[in-house]
């Protein structure tokens, strides 16, 4: 029974917003498996095993643990990992901006420069496209609600 599949319900507009998201974040987990962990996570929530989930805010943008991001500088690839609440290079703390002076020697944009990885078998995305999605977002339940107050007076 342990590696049987079971099937549960779940409703066909969730599931299209999962697979959406999923598609849009270049998450490149299967439908199955992120459903997995999220019930992992709800579990572990519910018996006190996990407190919060852990990342590194960064500006508009938060990195979950485990989230692998890349520099390139003259043809060679550095990469630092979000362990925890904190973004590592080299065994050290450090901030993105931090990371890319400490690697090009040189003021950079970092949100230019960075790319992010979120799970090991996603695609890497410019953080600046990340950036630009967590502004959007954060006005989207604003403009749902005007656009909805605005049918209503129609």
Known sequence: MQNEAMVVSVNPKLYFELAVQLHKTGDGNRLD???SEALRDWL?????????????????????????LRLRHHGIEYYAEVRGDRLMYAGEAVSPRAWALQVT???RNAWRDIWIRRGARGLWVRATLWRQQAKVERWLPYTDRRSVARRCTD
Do not use: F
């Open 105 to 107: 020697g040189s003021v």
């Open 33 to 35: 498996e992120v459903v």
């Open 44 to 68: 572990a929530a519910r018996s006190g095993g996990r407190q919060s989930p852990r990342g590194y805010q960064w500006k508009d943008v938060y990195l979950p643990d485990g989230t692998e």
